[in-house]
């Protein structure tokens, strides 16, 4: 079985500053990692994703983030937030022997004028 | 042009009532979920349908029953509602059923079970 584990459920970051969100995963065969975004009172999109290859993956709005196998992580960052990122930060695992992929707790990351 | 599309966006409504939540996606998907997230954000799946066949029933009541009258459509009907079943549900699409594919939500419809 998979799982996913985001071990903050809020961020405070002041505006400009640089800001880090962490993921561990857990999972018995090779992994699919994600991220997906919800603004506030908005359904989830995707920032990025890793399926294979470079272990940074870069998305949008100025976000990367970086798989590490031997940690089992994918840590999403961002080297300046601006107000406009306020939202809840969802990452997310899967396989390739699932229909599913399975959610984090989330993270709100909360910028500070 | 909403890729895709729920209705209601918001439903208040008094326990043991029975309602229905509409999904449609236009981006041609083969694949559709429903989620539920709860107060505290938890995101959880709970049916996922490929080309109007059911693949996914995550252990959820069966007051809940979900309707795929075609690829573009996934309606959610929930029966006798219970004050747990207050909730943001999101419906979801994504080209087929790999795990390596996006998954893009609708803008999501808060029940309130009074």
């Known amino acids: 079985a998979q799982s996913v584990t985001q071990l903050d459920s809020q961020v405070p970051v002041f505006e400009e500053a640089p800001v880090e969100l962490r993921c561990n995963y857990s999972?018995?065969?090779?992994?699919?990692l994600f991220w997906y975004v919800q603004y506030p009172n908005q359904g989830l999109q995707l920032l990025l994703k890793?399926?294979?290859?470079?272990?940074l993956v870069k998305g949008i709005n100025g976000f990367e983030a970086e798989f590490n196998k031997s940690q089992t992580s994918f840590h999403l960052r961002k080297p300046s937030v601006h107000i406009s990122d306020t939202a809840e930060y969802f990452c997310a695992v899967s396989s390739n022997r699932d229909d599913k992929i399975i959610f984090g707790k989330g993270t709100r990351l909360h910028i500070l004028p | 042009d909403t890729a895709v599309s729920q209705t209601p966006k918001y439903l208040v409504t008094q326990m043991g009532n029975d309602k229905s939540i509409k999904c449609e996606q236009n981006?041609?998907?083969?694949?559709m979920y429903w989620y539920k997230q709860d107060s505290k954000k938890f995101l959880k799946i709970m049916f996922s349908y490929n080309n109007k066949e059911l693949i996914i029933n995550e252990t959820v009541p069966n007051r809940f029953s979900p309707k795929s009258p075609d690829k573009a459509h996934l309606n959610l009907h929930i029966n006798s509602l219970e004050l747990g079943d207050s909730a943001v549900y999101f419906c979801?699409?994504?080209?087929?059923?790999?795990?390596?594919?996006?998954?893009?939500f609708g803008p999501g419809t808060r029940l309130t079970v009074l």
């Open positions: 979801a699409s994504s080209h087929n059923r790999v795990g390596t594919d996006t998954q893009y």
């Open positions: 890793y399926l294979s290859g470079s272990t």
């Open positions: 999972s018995s065969v090779s992994v699919y």
């Open positions: 981006l041609g998907h083969d694949t």
